[in-house]
């Protein structure tokens, strides 16, 4: 299954630049700046930039079904865990990053991600991923290197 190259959708990617909290062991919070970024090339997951855009950002690719059921319930059991704040701040989605050097805890507002995921969703409606998929570009780029 190919990906019609003439929809634009693929080359204007949604982006939303938001305000968030990170807070790492032993320290206390501090406000960074973050993009939450989709694309229908990608079309099953979203991308988390910490830093961006003004320093060096760290990224975080994940599914965009986690980051949507994390705001009702909590979700994942990898690297990546997203959930509700429900006691000390409920407008805000907590998502918990995790790697061999440590974890950081970061609160967006739910207002926020629920627009960011309009806008994903109105690209892209959950459900239909796989006709956005570029299967022969996968394909290319699992074989790589393997001649």
Do not use: K
């Not at 690719?61 to 909590?74: K, W, Y």
């Amino acid at each position: 299954m190919r990906h019609d190259p003439a929809d634009t959708t693929d080359q204007d990617p949604i982006v939303c630049t938001t305000s968030v909290r990170v807070a790492v062991a032993d320290e206390p919070p501090v406000p960074l700046t973050a993009e939450l970024r989709y694309s229908a090339a990608d079309p099953y997951a979203v991308c988390l930039s910490l830093g961006a855009p003004s320093a060096r950002s760290v990224d975080w690719v994940f599914a965009r079904s986690l980051l949507a059921q994390g705001l009702t319930r909590p979700t994942g059991t990898g690297d990546v865990v997203v959930f509700p704040e429900r006691r000390r701040n409920p407008a805000t989605v907590r998502v918990l990053l995790r790697t061999h050097a440590g974890a950081a805890l970061l609160e967006i507002a739910c207002s926020a991600v629920t627009a960011f995921l309009r806008r994903a969703d109105a690209v892209v409606p959950p459900g239909t991923e796989h006709h956005h998929l570029d299967v022969d570009r996968v394909v290319e780029q699992l074989m790589a290197g393997r001649e």
